[in-house]
């Protein structure tokens, strides 16, 4: 990831053991893969019982889950905290921000996508991406930026999958670069959002 995934900063028992499960289990996938790791190798890595990381994660596809949170929470902390008065562009950051994390970690991040497609994640739960980029496109239509007959639902869905596709066929082709295949499907999209004055 970009950054160091952000758990709570309380700093309690529970905090830290949970942070330890992530960490160990983040170790254990790129070590040996999603499929090869075992609750209980996460909880022997972690130091603490099989039980506790039950109670932390009560299932192995939680540890994926996490992760797609925690590199989304960074992407909308960064592309916040820039200030980015330009809609559109302040979308196509977090979403540039999200293909650098996954491709900064390749191991790591394609034993996460391994994961979380194991665990169902793309059909059981819509996209986090929703959540985030909805009120940014909401806010682009009231400042004119993003035309007026988008459906802002539907445009931030498209811009979920469009990106999701990227990583998937980049999960599959680790070859070929992320970044410009996943920027130029986000600019199509983009560019069709834009209202005639920008």
């Known amino acids: 990831m970009l950054a160091e995934p952000e758990f709570s900063q309380s700093g309690d028992r529970g905090s830290r053991t949970h942070r330890a499960l992530f960490d160990a289990a983040a170790a254990l996938f790129?070590?040996?893969?999603y499929e090869d790791t075992t609750m209980a190798d996460i909880a022997d890595r972690a130091g603490t019982s099989r039980r506790t990381a039950f109670n932390h994660f009560p299932n192995k596809g939680d540890l994926p889950m996490l992760w797609v949170r925690l590199v989304a929470d960074h992407a909308v902390k960064v592309a916040t905290d820039e200030?980015?008065?330009d809609v559109v562009e302040r979308v196509r950051t977090y979403l540039r921000l999200l293909s650098q994390a996954v491709e900064a970690e390749p191991v790591l991040s394609r034993q996460m996508m391994l994961g979380w497609t194991a665990a169902g994640g793309p059909t059981r739960y819509e996209s986090q991406l929703l959540a985030d980029v909805t009120p940014w496109l909401h806010e682009g239509q009231a400042q004119g930026q993003v035309r007026a007959s988008v459906d802002v639902a539907e445009a931030a869905r498209a811009l979920s999958d469009v990106l999701l596709g990227?990583?998937?066929?980049?999960?599959r082709e680790p070859e070929t670069p992320l970044q410009p295949r996943a920027d130029g499907a986000v600019s199509l999209i983009l560019s069709a959002l834009l209202s005639q004055d920008c």
């Open 30 to 33: 790129v070590e040996r893969g």
């Open 83 to 85: 200030a980015i008065e």
């Open 166 to 171: 990227a990583v998937f066929r980049w999960v």
